[in-house]
T-cell receptor, first 114, second 112 residues
């Protein structure tokens, strides 16, 4: 299994509070991704990173920000959590070689916003 | 932009029976295609992938998938399912920009 950890694994927070989720990898992969998973929607890309300090938006980026100051860590921040951000969040990593395109996923973080 | 459709939200199959999950994609060029499986409470695990070459690809756990360009499809099959195959299955397409688009998923229930 790819060395990907996510913390926390579960979190309950109140509307309006800031929340930061962490993804940590030990594979030295260049690309890192944050997805959210909701019933009926599959996985939707929030933000991704293609290198240290290099990030870009995905299809559902509103209300989220990210940072990557080290290769191994990719942080997802909800500046002011809303109930619509209750979801399961997955981090994924990928190598930069086009012959090895697949993404490897972390175990997920279940976030509940009350 | 690429997109993926999984027409079946839920499939129930008897243990030992064959399984086929449908996946249709929309993309102008030859896509990168993937099938992932997610067991309850777990992350996603890659089952198989197609980049180019032989259109029938073999994966882990006895799964295979066939790329049909004329039908824009990449259906997943298994000849004989086991109870442990009960899970949610996601088809995904990549367009060469290191991002994947996922289908909504198909939940497979295996009955004894």
């Amino acid at each position: 299994d790819a060395g990907i950890t996510q913390s926390p694994r579960h979190k309950v927070t109140e509307t309006g509070t800031p929340v930061t989720l962490r993804c940590h990898q030990t594979e030295n992969h260049r690309y890192m991704y944050w997805y959210r998973q909701d019933p009926g929607h599959g996985l939707r890309l929030i933000h991704y990173s293609y290198g240290v300090k290099d990030t870009d938006k995905g299809e559902v980026s509103d209300g989220y920000s990210v940072s990557r100051s080290k290769t191994e860590d990719f942080l997802l921040t909800l500046e002011s959590a809303t109930s619509s951000q209750t979801s399961v969040y997955f981090c994924a990593i990928s190598e930069s070689d086009r012959s090895n395109y697949e993404q490897y996923f972390g175990p997920g973080t279940r976030l509940t916003v009350t | 932009a690429q997109s993926v459709t999984q027409p079946d939200i839920h499939i129930t199959v008897s243990e030992g029976a064959s399984l086929e999950l449908r996946c249709n994609y929309s993309y102008g060029a030859t896509p990168y295609l993937f099938w992932y499986v997610q067991s309850p409470g777990q992350g996603l695990q890659l089952l198989l992938k197609y980049f180019s070459g032989d259109t029938l690809v073999q994966g882990i756990k006895g799964f295979e998938a066939e790329f049909k360009r004329s039908q824009s499809s990449f259906n997943l099959r298994k000849p004989s399912v086991h109870w442990s195959d009960a899970a949610e299955y996601f088809c995904a397409v990549g367009a060469g920009d290191y991002k994947l688009s996922f289908g909504a998923g198909t939940t497979v229930t295996v009955r004894a």
